[in-house]
Structure formats: C-alpha cells, structure tokens
Antibody, heavy 117, light 110 residues
Framework: QLQLQESGPGLVKPSETLSLTCSVS??????????WGWIRQPPGKGLEWIGS???????YYNPSLKSRVTISVDTSKNQISLKVNSVTAADTAVYYC?????????WGQGTLVTVSS | QSALTQPASVSGSPGQSITISCTGT?????????VSWYQQHPGKAPKLIIY???NRPSGVSNRFSGSKSGNTASLTISGLQAEDEADYHC??????????FGGGTKLTVL
C-alpha cells in the first residue's frame, strides 16, 4: 500500500522560505512512471494546485506561484520536496503531497504551515 | 488560471439524489475529459471518487457518478447517506499543462 507523509516546520516567518518534504513508502518514485504533486488548502478554503514533478525531474507549476516555487525529487531517499520563497500570511495552509499530475489518487495526511512572525 | 466554479453548499435528505456542478472554460473542463472529483471529510485528506469525468476508482460506491456537458461537469450522488456529508472538490487538466481545482462544495445531509 502506497503511503505518503509530509514533514517540515509548522511555523515560518514572513519573507522566509517554506520547505517541506514528502516521504513515499510502499513504492519507489524512481522510474515509477508517475507524477508527484503538491496541493495546498488555506484554512476554511478550497484546494489549490501548486505543481507536479515527473520521476525524471520534469516539472509543471501553477502560473500564479511559479516565480516562488520549486519542486524537486530525491530518488535515493524516495522523497519529493517543496520550497516556497518569500512567504506571506497568504501562504498559510495545509500542504498535501499526492501521487499524480492533475489527478491525484494517493494523498498524504497533510501538514499545516503557518506564516507568522 | 482561475479556479473552477462550484456552489458553496448543497443539501439533501437521506435517500435523495443531489448534483454538484463545476464550471470552467474551454481551456480546462470543456476542452478535455480530465475532470476529477474528490470527497473530503473534516480534518482528512481528499479522496479521489471520480476521474476522467465518469470513472470510479476501485472501491468507490456506484452511488457516485460524474458527467460533463460543455464547460460544466457534474457530480451526482444517489441514495444519499449520512456518511456522504463532506466537502466535494472538482479538478481539471488545463491547456497550460497544469491542474486547477474548484472552490469546493459543502454537502449537508439533512
């Protein structure tokens, strides 16, 4: 059974960089033939597609976040990472990693990241 | 890219059927048969219940069905049950090779 688990700081200061890791177990990212994505959900609001990465490393990003977001894959650790630069309060959300590009079939439990000084 | 448009809330009584709409443009919903629907209970991660407009993943009840007409996709839940009370989100592939979600709809079972 494929499992995904997000981890990272729960509190980030404004203007700093948000960094999260998604650890995948029960399957290998390397040569999986799948995309792996990040989605976020501000408190009380809907889901927002952040971006996705293929197992080879090619990426697609939400145009509204593209200038601040980097998604990478570490096949040796079976992990996917997300970095969001220059964060503001608007980046406060539950961040999910999931398997897929525009359609997601396996999800992590999510991790709340609050941007506050 | 703009979020897909969903009603904020819908409600129905047990045993009834309800339909949730999801409106986009010809650059997303209308242009591709890549609409998905997710069910999300409070404090939980979303669960994929419909993909590619009208396909159900293994294990999802056949009470859930999807359709599309033009730029609007729909999720229908028949034989409404108390456990169906949740938030429902639609999503679509877009012409920019990205994904986009709707704002979410809260379903209340009366």
């Amino acid at each position: 059974q494929l499992q995904l688990q997000e981890s990272g700081p729960g509190l980030v200061k404004p203007s700093e960089t948000l960094s999260l890791t998604c650890s995948v177990s029960g399957g290998s990212i390397s040569s999986s033939g799948y995309y792996w994505g990040w989605i976020r959900q501000p408190p009380g609001k809907g889901l927002e597609w952040i971006g996705s990465i293929y197992d080879s490393g090619s990426t697609y990003y939400n145009p509204s976040l593209k200038s601040r977001v980097t998604i990478s894959v570490d096949t040796s650790k079976n992990q996917i990472s997300l970095k969001v630069n220059s964060v503001t309060a608007a980046d406060t959300a539950v961040y999910y990693c999931a398997r897929g590009w525009f359609r997601f079939d396996y999800w992590g439990q999510g991790t709340l990241v609050t941007v506050s000084s | 890219q703009s979020a897909l448009t969903q009603p904020a809330s819908v409600s129905g009584s047990p045993g009834q059927s309800i339909t949730i709409s999801c409106t986009g443009t010809s650059s997303d919903v209308g242009g591709y048969n890549y609409v998905s629907w997710y069910q999300q209970h409070p404090g939980k991660a979303p669960k994929l219940i419909i993909y590619d407009v009208n396909n159900r993943p293994s294990g999802v009840s056949n009470r859930f069905s999807g359709s599309k007409s033009g730029n609007t996709a729909s999720l229908t839940i028949s034989g409404l049950q108390a456990e169906d009370e949740a938030d429902y989100h639609c999503s679509s592939y877009t012409s920019s090779n990205t994904g986009v979600f709707g704002g979410g709809t809260k379903l209340t079972v009366l």
